[in-house]
């Protein structure tokens, strides 16, 4: 049967083979080497202190775990940030980055921080290029300033971002969402003092590209292992360009100090988190989705399964697809939604009456289809930061399948009560679903408890709004980098 796109492979040149040969020997030291350096590291400290565990106590530049963690009190001083993002979400149904930075500056605005943020609508096909808007509500001040074709003009953002500046007081901080704001413009930020967060960095990607070489093998065209190298040295040579950085999981961190050599005390992990009210465990909003949906009823027989996000290959649907068409003969009693776009969509439906593609789901449809499920599967092929669906499966009680990557099983799925892990490979995965199936409904849903409880204790939006006002805090006056303060609970 086959599963794959096959296409021949051409090689150029002999010679290009033992190059290619040296690259790939190379990315698999460096990636055991990583594995070795995350793992030996790593904090996995339970949320609870002990004796042997104390709580932290001291500068939080010198903390090494997610601010997440820790209990911040409110804070009466107001603060005017300046925030260079790539997208907002305008129009169409928005992804994962954009949910993020909503979610982050919407909370910020609402506890009176006046934030402003240079940024283009989400939907390019419903924005005026070269227009400038703005829009506000509240304290959140949004600019949209598109270059012809339809992405950030920073050089426009930053006629609008010094206008801004000069009005009533200048901006306490600047913040960036990965390389919004580019590491050559930083120097034109008054002082130069610019944090950034990184929703994935090159080293990871590096691992993205050698887990899809490995996977394809001979049936796909070569992925370009070659070019990533000189992008990695190049990044670790710009990175410094930015103060202080921002990390989404602990093993990004362990990259940034060991590999990118940045200073310890300038690189921080605060964990995304997600709207804890949108995104709650109810039981009668999954039957009703499923009952909408048209899923099988068992009574607890039927493993209901769930796949969510652009249904492109890097993000592993083609690895599903093989695992949920072999798992579907040993075990008729699994059944797979799939929500999202993408051209997998099409091969899904190939799979009959196991599989019920949904579509691309409005938002506020996400809950229903999160608490319809047993569990939740991210097949993923990339290693790069966290995807939200993970923990907004995890916030409506449901346990997760996912690849046994350093940013995953380091920060999310810490332990095996909250799910399963994965090496990415097809035997792998079956293997994992088969465990999935033995273990059944009553051990999924007590899994699903545990993951409610933990993301309800990491990954709320509350949060992680929390942490990066008290980061935001600290960059600007010492005074808030001690903790415990006594508006600390």
């Known amino acids: 049967m086959a599963f794959k796109n096959h296409s021949s492979r051409t090689v150029s040149t002999s010679s290009s083979l033992p190059f290619r040969f040296t690259t790939i020997i190379t990315l698999l030291l460096i990636f055991y080497t990583s594995y070795y350096i995350f793992f030996s590291q790593l904090d996995h400290s339970p949320l609870t202190s002990s004796a042997e565990n104390p709580p932290f106590a001291g500068d939080l530049r010198d903390l090494t775990s997610p601010w997440n ?3 911040f009190g409110p804070i009466s001083q107001k603060l005017k940030l300046a925030v260079f993002c790539k997208s907002w979400p305008v129009g169409s149904i928005p992804g994962g980055m954009e949910r993020h930075a909503y979610t982050l500056y919407t909370s910020l605005a609402s506890r009176g921080h006046e934030v402003h943020v240079f940024t283009v609508s989400y939907d390019r096909s419903n924005h005026h290029k070269n227009q400038e808007e703005y829009y506000n509500k509240g304290d959140l001040h949004i600019y949209f300033a598109p270059n012809e074709n339809g992405g950030l003009n920073i050089s426009h953002a930053f006629e609008i971002f010094h206008r801004i500046n000069g009005v009533d007081r200048p901006f306490d901080y600047v913040h960036t969402e990965s390389v919004a704001l580019p590491h050559w413009r930083v120097k034109m930020v008054p002082k130069g003092d610019v944090a950034v ?8 990607i590096m691992h993205s590209k050698l887990f899809e070489e490995l996977y394809y093998s001979n049936d796909h065209p070569i992925s370009d292992l070659d070019h990533t190298m000189p992008r990695l040295v190049d990044e670790i040579r710009f990175f410094p360009a930015y103060k202080q950085h921002i990390c989404i999981s602990n093993s990004a961190r362990e990259v940034l100090v060991n590999i990118y050599q940045l200073p310890k005390r300038n690189v921080h992990v605060i964990v995304n988190g997600v709207d804890q009210t949108k995104f709650v465990y109810s039981p009668e909003t999954g039957a009703r989705f499923r009952a909408k949906h048209g899923v099988p009823v068992g009574n607890g027989t039927v493993i209901v399964m769930g796949v969510s996000g652009r249904l492109v290959r890097d993000k592993g649907h083609p690895l599903l697809y093989e695992a949920i068409a072999l798992i579907a003969k040993t075990h008729p009693q699994v059944y797979l939604l799939v929500a999202g776009s993408g051209p997998w969509g099409k091969r899904y439906a190939e799979l ?19 608490n319809a499920l047993d569990v939740f599967v991210n097949p993923t092929l990339r290693p790069q930061g966290l995807d939200l669906t993970i923990i907004e499966a995890m916030q409506c009680g449901k346990p997760v399948v996912a690849p046994n990557y350093p940013s995953i099983v380091g920060t999310v799925v810490v332990d095996e009560r909250f799910g399963y892990t994965f090496s990415p490979n097809v035997r792998s995965l ?23 409880d933990y993301a309800l204790s990491m990954f709320t939006a509350t949060q992680m709004a929390s942490a990066y006002e008290r980061f935001f805090m600290c960059m600007t006056n010492e005074r808030f980098c001690r903790y415990p303060l006594h508006i600390d609970s």
Do not use: N, Q
Request: with cysteine; hydrophobic share 35%.
């Open 69 to 71: 963690k820790l209990s």
């Open 430 to 452: 079956v293997e994992t679903l088969d465990s999935v199936v033995r273990d059944g409904s009553r051990v999924l849903e007590m899994k699903g408890k545990a993951c409610k």
């Open 352 to 370: 009959g009456e196991h599989v019920r593609v949904l579509g691309s789901l409005e938002p506020e449809e996400l809950s229903g289809f999160y």
């Open 197 to 204: 967060t990184w929703h994935g960095i090159w080293y990871e």
